[in-house]
């Protein structure tokens, strides 16, 4: 993805997608997810729409590891779920790549730094 401003077409897209990836994430509930809280903080998708980076932040931390494992075991079966809810919005489903949204853990960070 390049690093020119997005087009409006593309944050519509990247919104839906997020919230459709929400909801998708959150009706599989906590126990899928070794009992993590999973938040999708952000979509960031390609121009030509194909590719989204899929950004989420996961509570507690010490679990990070394990729910971005099996987010990436479950990314097709997500894909197929997103396919199905955007199927009359866009002519291809775009691929999902999951990353570790760390700006809250980085805000945690910098507020205990502050309160020392």
């Given amino acids: 993805m390049d690093s020119k401003p997005a087009g409006t077409r593309q944050l519509k897209v990247a919104r839906e997608l997020q919230r459709d990836l929400a909801e998708i994430i959150r009706s599989k509930g906590m126990a899928v997810w070794g009992g993590a809280m999973v938040t999708v903080s952000e979509v960031r998708i390609s121009p030509d729409l194909s590719v989204a980076k899929v950004f989420?932040?996961?509570?507690?931390?010490?679990?990070?590891?394990?729910?971005?494992?099996?987010?990436?075991?479950?990314?097709?079966?997500?894909?197929?779920?997103?396919?199905?809810?955007?199927?009359?919005?866009?002519?291809?489903?775009?691929?999902?790549?999951?990353?570790?949204?760390?700006?809250?853990?980085?805000?945690?960070?910098?507020d205990e730094l502050l309160r020392k």
């Fill in 56 to 110: 989420v932040s996961i509570f507690p931390s010490e679990k990070q590891a394990s729910v971005m494992a099996l987010l990436g075991e479950n990314k097709k079966a997500i894909r197929g779920e997103l396919g199905h809810k955007v199927a009359s919005q866009l002519r291809i489903v775009p691929d999902i790549d999951f990353y570790l949204d760390t700006s809250l853990d980085y805000a945690e960070h910098i």
